[in-house]
């Protein structure tokens, strides 16, 4: 039977995030079972047979009949019966458009179009949009603009986009649209990476004209797999489908706190197309939140495995609930974790390993390993307690709220054991490599018998880091039923165990003396990681102004809500709300530009580079003074800087082959959207001095050497030095075998070797030769790491800078805050690809502005129930919520780091919310304190 | 049992038993979360209903126009440009090419305690309003109980500060005062009976010299429920404010006609005072949750932006025949 999941964190290579939470093993552990004798081919268990209905339609210019099931929608229609997977499903009620089609050449949700609404209509889908072969304007601009990353959400784009594209020139010809007419067109758009700046100027430079015909054999493409993005050939998770596949299907819990008393599935086993079920309480008998998973069903369809959950007899001891921090804080509050044991079984929220802290009913910490001269930061900020005017201290309370994860592509996995000791995974995943050896170990498995593979992954951010119950539950039911099994989370679930950062109240106080120089800072975090621990923030603070005296905790209140997850820049945003507010009233109280208080308290290298870049920055140098809007809509302008390790992961592999067919590169790593691809084939290419698109690129199966998690913003940093040295043994090498060919030294040129009598290329230098193999490694910076590897992670000596300054504008009859433009200054070294570090370091912000603005989760405060349980009430920034955005990197620096790349995904997102408050402040004189930055508190901290 | 039925005309769709559905993206939905089971009658070989007709000074819209239609019509956009621009407001391009008139003015409520998996609430067939004592962010800030979510249709809204006239096959002529009822029975949407359908909206004729404006106070730039929503129309004559028609959405189960401005605002000169003074008592009689006083703030500067914008407007042309005087 199966180990429960390990709880090690993202540091280790893999943890449990939202997992098996029970761990009183009283009860039987893992258990699962096979239908008797299950009827393959009866679906739709539960319903009366339905007739079908006849469609007659014209898909992507063929004439088509079908027979469908009237309850089916057209999503349905188009991914299982026409297997057009370009069309996505991911918010499954209209809000998002990845399952934009054309229907009669206008763009739908096809996850609202009942099926039979095609019957003589024309469908054309992202697969449809140009010939077989060829590019759609559209798409050859979205390639060459870098307008996508993960790709998901892009053929909805593309498909929507398309048709504005033909009603613009129709109507406009040449004329270039403005960037609000793109983002009203595509208001029914969700890109969660974030790429729409890339996206206005792709269509705005398609819609008039800029595409028309290929510039050459194919359009010049920053991103190496753009191609099969824009097309809709890239096959994500959610898209594979194999031979006698079945659906598997979680049964939650709808209560926060229970008891479970009994589970019976036998009657949802006997169901005809019902194959098995499997347990994912794993002997636990306590529910901790409302949408913890009980058990997985696998059937011949979803709607079959639906059925049959119903059909599972479950008998819940409701308890009472706390949700919320102050209701587990309550005097009184019975412990969500009642013993020491139920304690371990606690979700761990954070990157590392749980350290052993002190509990006191709901509330564990402190966590205070990070203070440094502590009695000295409580001394400078009683002092001014006491006598304010000696300096200035700049206190408050700080709050922030659950943000979700929410990537495009859903939690998805596709597990189909080959034998039986050998199972194959398909897995939207961050990390191929770490969760095949979970599996491995899980299961009881050889390594070389566990194959994960993700050849496209529609986002992740943190959420998809390791092995997780969607997997578990694929594997365990492809093991018991002997079939296939794909399990994908629908938005709810996606939206409640899919990950989310913690809320946190932030006790903040930064004391300065009177010409400005900082004394001290203390910080009391209290974080609401739901039933999952190990949140921390404060340890942040030591990577900004690194010299001053630091008194910094963390505290976890656990309640019935569901666990946290490491999000994308893990304590940064809610940290750095609190921090960089704080030293921006404190630069108001001491009348001195905001940037030149930063330089004092900050010795920070990349960030000095950072803050002299924005000094020199007109924008800057030229804003209003404080409050000078008086009318309604009130400008400001605030800043914020940002600071964020540099991880690498030592053990990280690339391997190059190199033979007649050509150069292949290939790591067991993955691209979540981040351009894992492109770094590998760029890197290659300029060793060898040819073009990126000659290097194949080999990624998203684990059987190759061991590659970098994608997550830590450790996966450049870490794959490229291993790269470089790959392929630089291959030209080597290569060299060699020149001066055997022709008889004389010569040396590396682009695309070949020049020797005396010329240049021999690379393509006849491999002809005729038995293949090369070359694996490079990630060898250690110079003067190494800040502390040596542990649990196969580095962290290195530098610490990276970010700097946003971010310009708004507040509406202050209706609460609205627009954000009109931001300034984004990053400071991570060599830039690989420019194209697609611009464009991540502008999803981040944007990513930021969906923080501070709009992104709220909510429960119900009874129950514990989820409310925002879609991407119509869980609103993540839109098209037209960016304003314009720049981004300016600074490549100096970081000289002892091997490639000269430390990591920019987290980095560029931990500041702009406090820019934000910065900014309105700036415009108003309300100083915010708490996120997100709705228009009922706009309004209610206008009032004062 | 679940069926689907495909009527070919508007006869052979009455009295059928089950719900009728139009564009589907609210129904579609309703489905997957079994809020509404049973047979679905699907009105798309219906004919006729999707038709705009400006004749004789009156505008039709039927049943199954869709808002994208609505929006872009020219009849529509000049003559009654406050309907046009709130259907230019609602949702996305993607709903808007399929979602209809008359599905927009049926749909059911976005309560986020209906619109999940195991509703347990007044609409779905229980016993309590758990929003009520429970998490209302977005909920009613009249609260003309018993079910506290906000109208779902934004142009009822819009409809509601025209005189209308709604057409129902199999039953009598309706008002949106008598479609919609007093909402004292939340499991109703509507009180048209079982197996009626409607048809489609006439319009009375559009008023002279009209100036118009659709306020949507939403968080993002687009895409989002309205917080609260307002439709503005006046006729400004001899600088006085001649007509006034002032309507709201997202504060009440129902829309809302706010006749204590509109009479602040008729027979008064057309200035800034007028407007402040008026929009001043958008809120009273107001009757919020606990959680919802925000939205008396918002909904007095949204009547305000309304009326301002509306006076910003180009006023539209005069109406084409004498029997279209203004009301």
């Not at chain 1, 890239?234 to 598997?248: C, H, M, R, S």
Request: net charge neutral; glycine share 10%; hydrophobic share 40%.
């Amino acid at each position: 039977m199966s180990p429960p999941i390990s709880r090690r964190g993202i540091l280790r290579g893999t943890l449990g995030g939202t997992t098996v939470l029970v761990g009183e093993s009283c009860a039987p552990k893992m258990v699962s079972e096979r239908a008797e004798a299950p009827a393959a081919a009866t679906p739709a268990a539960s319903t009366e047979p339905v007739s079908p209905q006849k469609l007659e339609l014209t898909v992507n210019g063929a004439a088509r009949s079908l027979d469908v099931d009237p309850e089916r929608t057209a999503l349905e229609l188009v991914r299982s019966d026409l297997g057009l997977t370009g069309c996505k499903e991911s918010c499954g009620h209209g809000a998002c458009g990845a399952c934009s089609v054309l229907l009669d050449d206008v763009p739908v949700a096809a996850c609202l179009l009942p099926a039979v609404a095609l019957h003589r209509r024309r469908l054309t889908t992202v697969e449809g949009l140009a010939p077989a072969g060829e590019l759609h304007p559209i798409q050859r601009a979205f390639m060459a603009e870098d307008a996508l990353q993960c790709g998901f959400c892009t053929p909805g784009f593309v498909v929507a986009a398309s048709a504005f594209y033909t009603r613009w020139r129709a109507e406009h010809g040449n004329k270039e649209p403005d960037r609000d007419t793109v983002a009203a067109a595509l208001a029914g758009n969700l890109c969660r990476c974030a790429a729409y700046d890339g996206i206005i100027r792709a269509v705005q430079k398609a819609s008039s004209g800029a595409y028309e015909k290929p510039v050459g054999p194919e359009p010049a493409a920053p991103r190496y797999d753009a191609r099969e993005k824009v097309t809709g050939a890239a096959k994500y998770t959610v898209d594979v489908q194999l031979p006698e596949q079945l659906e598997g299907k979680i049964l939650r819990s709808p209560h926060a706190h229970a008891r479970v008393r009994k589970v019976d599935w036998s009657k949802a086993l006997a169901l005809p197309g019902v194959f098995g079920a499997v347990d994912l309480l794993n002997g636990g008998t306590t529910i901790r939140f409302a949408g913890q998973e009980l058990l997985a069903i696998a059937a011949v369809d979803a709607r079959t495995a639906e059925a049959a959950l119903a059909a599972v007899e479950l008998d819940l001891e409701v308890l009472p609930a706390l949700i919320g921090m102050d209701a587990a804080r309550a005097d009184g509050a019975a412990p969500v974790y009642p013993t020491r044991n139920t304690r371990k079984s606690a979700p761990n929220a954070s990157e590392g390993p749980l350290l052993p802290l002190g509990w006191d009913g709901n509330v564990r910490g402190p966590f205070q390993l990070f203070s440094t001269a502590k009695l000295k930061a409580r001394r400078a900020v009683e002092k001014l307690r006491d006598k304010p005017a000696e300096g200035v201290l700049v206190e408050g309370t700080y709050k922030t709220q659950v943000q979700c994860h929410s990537a495009l592509e859903p939690h998805a996995c596709v597990a189909h054991w080959t034998a039986a000791d050998a199972v194959t995974v398909h897995l939207s995943t961050q990390s191929v490599h770490a969760v095949a050896e979970d599996i491995a170990q899980r299961w009881g498995l050889r390594r070389d018998h566990v194959r994960v593979l993700a050849q496209y992954v529609g986002g992740g951010f943190g959420g998809k880091a390791t092995l997780q119950l969607e997997c578990v539950a694929a594997v365990e039911l492809a093991r018991v039923t002997g079939k296939p099994v794909r399990v994908v989370l629908e938005r709810r679930e996606e939206l409640t165990t899919g990950g989310l950062r913690p809320a946190q109240e932030i006790e903040l106080a930064v004391a300065t003396d009177r010409d400005g120089y900082l004394q001290g800072v203390t910080a009391r975090a209290f974080a609401d990681a739901g039933c999952g621990v190990g949140s921390n923030s404060t340890v942040l603070l030591r990577l900004m102004y690194a010299k001053a005296p630091k008194d910094i905790a963390d505290w976890d209140v656990v309640n019935h809500a569901p666990p946290g997850k490491p999000f994308r820049g893990p304590g940064g945003p809610p940290v750095f709300w609190a921090l960089e507010q704080a030293v921006d009233v404190a630069a108001e109280r001491l009348k001195l530009d905001p940037i030149l208080l930063r330089k004092r308290f900050d010795p920070n290298p990349a960030r000095n580079r950072l803050y002299d870049w924005a000094l020199s920055l007109k924008t800057w140098r030229e804003r209003q003074p404080a409050q000078s809007d008086r009318g309604r809509y009130r400008r400001g302008m605030g800043l914020a800087v940002g600071g964020w390790f540099y991880f690498v992961q030592p053990s990280a592999r690339v391997q190059v082959d190199a033979g007649p067919e050509g150069v292949v590169v290939s790591t067991a790593c993955q691209d979540i959207g981040n351009g894992t691809r492109t770094v590998l084939a760029e890197t290659v290419a300029a060793v060898l001095g040819i073009a990126p698109a000659d290097v194949k690129v080999q990624i998203g199966d684990s059987s190759f050497v061991p590659g970098p998690m994608s997550g830590g913003s450790r996966t450049t940093a870490s794959l490229v030095p291993a790269a470089i040295m790959a392929a630089e043994q291959l030209r080597d090498e290569l060299v060699e075998r020149a001066e055997q060919l022709v008889g004389a030294r010569g040396v590396a040129v682009a695309g070949g070797v020049r020797h005396p009598r010329g240049v021999v290329t690379w393509q006849q230098l491999l002809a005729g030769s038995p293949p090369l193999r070359f694996v490079g490694t990630r060898k250690r910076d110079q003067g190494g790491y800040f502390l040596p590897p542990m649990y196969d992670i580095a962290p290195g000596r530098y610490v990276a800078g970010s700097l946003q300054i971010i310009e708004v504008e507040v509406d202050t009859r209706l609460g609205r805050i627009r954000v009109l433009r931001s300034h984004t200054g990053v400071a991570a070294g060599h830039i690989v690809a420019p194209a697609l570090a611009r464009s991540q370091a502008l999803g981040g912000v944007i990513q930021g502005i969906g923080y501070a603005l709009y992104e709220e989760r909510r429960l119900d405060p009874r129950t514990g129930a989820l409310l925002t349980g879609g991407l119509e009430d869980y609103r993540i920034p839109g098209i037209g919520d960016i304003g314009e955005l720049d981004v300016h990197f600074i490549e100096d620096g970081y000289e002892r780091v091997n490639g000269r790349s430390v990591g920019l995904a987290e980095l560029v997102t931990v500041a702009p919310a406090a820019a934000i408050g910065n900014a309105v402040a700036h415009a108003t004189g309300f100083r915010p304190r708490e996120l997100p930055l709705r228009p009922d508190r706009v309004l209610q901290g206008l009032r004062g | 049992m679940t069926s689907l039925e495909l009527p070919t005309s508007l006869d052979a769709a009455l009295g059928r038993a089950g719900e009728p559905r139009a564009g589907g993206t609210d129904l579609t939905e309703r489905r997957r979360l079994n809020l509404s089971r049973g047979t679905v009658i699907d009105l798309r070989d219906v004919p006729g209903l999707d038709v705009i007709t400006w004749r004789e000074g009156q505008l039709h819209l039927g049943a199954l126009v869709t808002l994208a239609a609505v929006a872009e019509h020219p009849e529509v956009r000049t003559r009654y440009p406050a309907v046009a621009a709130t259907a230019a407001s609602i949702a996305t391009p993607q709903i808007r090419a399929r979602a209809t008139v008359g599905g927009n003015l049926l749909q059911h409520v976005r309560c986020w305690y209906y619109r999940r998996p195991g509703a347990d609430c007044l609409k779905s067939g229980g016993s309590g309003c758990p929003a009520r004592t429970g998490d209302h962010l977005f909920h009613a800030c009249f609260d003309l109980g018993p079910c506290v979510a906000p109208h779902p249709s934004s142009l009822a809204t819009a409809l509601l500060a025209h005189d209308v006239r709604l057409e129902v096959a199999g039953d009598r002529e309706h008002t949106l005062a008598s479609l919609y009822g007093d909402a004292s029975d939340a499991r109703r949407q509507h009180m048209l009976p079982p197996g009626a359908l409607l048809t489609g909206v006439t319009l009375g004729p559009p008023l002279a010299a009209e100036q118009a404006a659709y306020v949507r106070a939403i968080s993002r730039a687009r895409a989002e429920w309205p917080l609260v929503e307002v439709v503005v129309r006046l006729v400004v004559a001899a600088d006085q404010l001649q007509t006034a028609r002032v309507t709201v959405g997202g504060v009440a189960n129902l829309p809302l006609r706010l006749a204590a401005v509109e009479n602040l605002l008729v027979g008064k000169p057309a200035t800034p005072e007028t407007l402040t003074a008026a929009a001043a008592v958008a809120a009273d009689g107001a009757k919020p949750l606990t959680g919802t006083a925000y939205k008396l703030d918002l909904l007095r500067g949204a009547v305000l932006d309304a009326l301002e914008r509306a006076l910003a407007q180009t006023p539209t042309q005069a109406a084409p025949t004498p029997a279209a005087a203004p009301t």
